[in-house]
């Protein structure tokens, strides 16, 4: 029998939440407040792994002992990282730039636990394609107010998943968390 380490989520969004619920992984969530601003010239992978490194440091001094994990999910086309919209017309333009195309979703994840050394940070990259959506496709679903909080204004989970055509890779990354990456990182640990 393999038994799961209960770990700290350095995040506040409720689809990690939800995801470790659904896999069965005990959990408590204690958000990082973090600057998740870009610096210059970073590009995707290094960037989702350095915040989830930032968040998983943050809060491993306030659960001594704990296994903590961070996690950062962007989406990318054309080489452009595409974050959490601004506002509404943000989200119709990230809408309008994706439809039809495929994309990269990157979440980068960080586990640490203070006593044991060095964070172990990885990253994982799924493929998204989405579906050709019409002005008042796009319409609808920003009004709807689900792709406001969501990196490339959408959320394969919900409403969303009705425009996606077609995924290569592991489905909870786009989620948020790569429920298989994050196992690894935990296992190689628990090998120390």
Same mark, same amino acid.
């Given at each position: 029998?393999?038994?799961?380490?209960?770990?700290?989520?350095?995040?506040?969004?409720?689809?990690?939440?939800?995801?470790?619920?659904?896999?069965?992984?005990?959990?408590?969530?204690?958000?990082?407040?973090?600057?998740?601003?870009?610096?210059?010239?970073?590009?995707?992978?290094?960037?989702?792994?350095?915040?989830?490194?930032?968040?998983?440091?943050?809060?491993?001094?306030?659960?001594?002992?704990?296994?903590?994990?961070?996690? &950062?999910?962007?989406? =990318?086309?054309?080489?452009?990282?595409? @974050?959490? #919209?601004? +506002?509404?017309?943000? /989200?119709?333009?990230?809408?309008?730039?994706?439809?039809?195309?495929?994309?990269?979703?990157?979440?980068?994840?960080?586990?640490?636990?203070?006593?044991?050394?060095?964070?172990?940070?990885?990253?994982?990259?799924?493929?998204?394609?989405?579906?050709?959506? &019409?002005?008042?496709? =796009?319409?609808?679903?920003?009004?709807? @107010?689900? #792709?406001? +909080?969501?990196?490339? /204004?959408?959320?394969?989970?919900?409403?969303?998943?009705?425009?996606?055509?077609?995924?290569?890779?592991?489905?909870?990354?786009?989620?948020?968390?790569?429920?298989?990456?994050?196992?690894?990182?935990?296992?190689?640990?628990?090998?120390?």
């Amino acid at each position: 029998m393999i038994v799961m380490p209960k770990l700290v989520l350095a995040s506040a969004s409720p689809r990690r939440a939800e995801i470790l619920r659904a896999i069965g992984w005990p959990f408590e969530a204690l958000p990082a407040d973090i600057d998740e601003s870009r610096h210059d010239h970073e590009d995707a992978e290094t960037y989702v792994k350095r915040v989830a490194q930032a968040k998983a440091e943050i809060v491993t001094p306030r659960v001594p002992g704990a296994t903590v994990v961070g996690a &950062d999910t962007v989406v =990318v086309i054309d080489g452009k990282i595409l @974050g959490k #919209p601004r +506002d509404e017309e943000d /989200a119709r333009r990230m809408l309008r730039l994706l439809q039809g195309r495929w994309h990269q979703v990157l979440t980068g994840v960080a586990v640490f636990n203070g006593n044991l050394g060095q964070p172990r940070v990885a990253h994982e990259v799924t493929e998204v394609r989405f579906a050709v959506m &019409d002005q008042a496709e =796009v319409s609808w679903y920003v009004a709807t @107010g689900e #792709p406001m +909080d969501k990196a490339g /204004a959408y959320a394969i989970q919900g409403l969303g998943a009705r425009f996606i055509k077609g995924i290569k890779g592991d489905y909870s990354n786009v989620v948020g968390l790569p429920v298989r990456l994050l196992y690894e990182l935990i296992m190689a640990e628990a090998r120390e």
